[in-house]
């Protein structure tokens, strides 16, 4: 069942659309579900189904394309490093084996204190400021270098 709070902001995103296109707030759905519990279950992605009358696989087709939805739980700050050509070119792979080395964990892992997660992301639409990488899906960290990496970390192990 969702939350209260994750059905309010659901109703305040519906506004939006046409009463007969309730599914155009799946996205948004589905954010409010992981900004509240931190990744998305099966259940989860139900019980927005049903809230917004539409079927299941449409729900989980949605979650599982976009790789901004965590659907395991990933930690309490998710890094998600963009790893597309643009920023390859400039450091992508560096910044993400650093930071693989500097927590101890791969691509997909968490680290044991629950603290962070790891990710490759797709194309964050700021290629001037790469390499980079997104907290949370929320926060861009771009023009990364092993100094603002530890850095960043070290703010975001105090939270």
Known sequence: MLSVQI????D????KYPPNQRQ?????ALRFVQDEKGWISTEDMADV???????????????????MYNLKPMGQHTLTVCTNLSCQL?????????LKSKLGIEVG???????????????????DDAPLLMVNNKKTCGRLTEQKIDQLLAELGKQ
Do not use: I
């Open 24 to 28: 155009s707030a799946v996205m948004a």
């Open 12 to 15: 305040r995103e519906l506004k």
């Open 109 to 127: 892992e968490v680290t044991a204190d629950g603290k962070f997660g790891l990710r490759e992301g797709e194309c964050q639409n700021t290629c």
């Open 49 to 67: 189904a049903a809230y917004l009358g539409m079927p299941q696989m449409s729900v989980y087709e949605v979650a599982t394309f976009y790789n």
């Open 90 to 98: 400039v450091g992508a792979m560096e910044t993400l084996s650093y």
């Open 7 to 10: 059905q309010e902001k659901t």
